[in-house]
């Protein structure tokens, strides 16, 4: 069934290496749900029409069992394969290559199960009923513009873990709001009341935890999928001999912005990220949820 509201990706192949055994995914909701499942639940109220998620065809099977198969019928389903070469191409990469290319090549390989405009988001990553809301905003009343993308933006004091430190990519952002650049900022962490970095040069420096940064929440119009089929074959030419290297997401959206390619809108939520960065993390989730379900934000059981 072809649906005119826009789809969700969800990039989820990366939860097999991660977890071994998808049924050992964390489970943080009262009835045993996964941030996953909080995801589409945010998503589907928000009005998207459709969820598509990146999996690796070694545990597909489970995958359906796991996560597919105890959502509702009437959320329309879709799943696409990352693999090697899950794409065709001509340009000779290194035939003892493993790994796969990355999140920028995950999202390639949803483009023949997405024909509308689209979120993307991480599979382990929660972002909060808000941010669904401004990102389907977003795609239903800018269609007519497509190189006008959106990063939904978050405040760094809402993104960060009591538990150790985090990388954040920190968005520079012109007076309409229209990203100019996103600047990684790695061991970023909670200090005596402040948040301190390292920069380029081992110094470190404070943060004031209001920059807006970037949980790679995109929501995309359809035509972003040329521009990354363009990128990921420069990039094939120049790295495809190398047996690690991967083709980011966020840096194609980078490069874009740079070569006035497109335009991306930061649209700041004032939802709380949280995610599983340590394992002392999942109690804290846990938590939160709890509360959020006890506000009546969610059900007790999601479906």
Known sequence: MKTNKPTLLILAAGLGSRYGSLKQIDKIGPSGERIIDYSVYDAIKAGFGKVVYVIRKSFEEEFKEVIIDVLPTEIETDYVFQELDSLASDI????????????????????????????????????????????????????????????????????????????????????????NSIIERTEIIKNEGKILFKDEQSNVKELSGSEIVSMNMFAFKNSIFNRYQ??????????????????????????????????????????????????????????????????????????
């Open 230 to 303: 363009k990128s990921f074959d420069n990039f094939l030419k120049k790295n495809g001999n190398d047996l690690k290297r991967e083709f980011y997401l966020p840096s194609v959206v980078d490069e874009l912005i740079k070569s006035k390619l497109a335009k991306v809108k930061v649209i700041e939520t004032t939802e709380q990220w949280f995610g599983l960065t340590y394992k002392e993390d999942k109690e804290m989730v846990k938590t939160r949820i709890s509360n959020l379900v006890k506000q009546g934000k969610y059900p007790t059981k999601l479906w």
């Open 92 to 179: 000779k990469t290194n035939p003892d290559r493993t790994k796969p290319w990355g999140t920028g090549h995950a999202l390639l390989t949803a483009s023949s199960a997405i024909e509308n405009s689209f979120a993307v988001i991480n599979a382990d990553d929660f972002y909060g009923a808000d941010s669904f809301k401004l990102a389907y905003n977003f795609l239903i009343s800018v269609d007519d513009e497509p190189s006008e993308h959106a990063l939904i933006g978050y405040k760094l004091i809402n993104t960060m873990s009591d538990y150790g430190s985090v990388s954040r990519g920190v968005c520079e952002v012109d007076e309409d709001n229209f990203m």
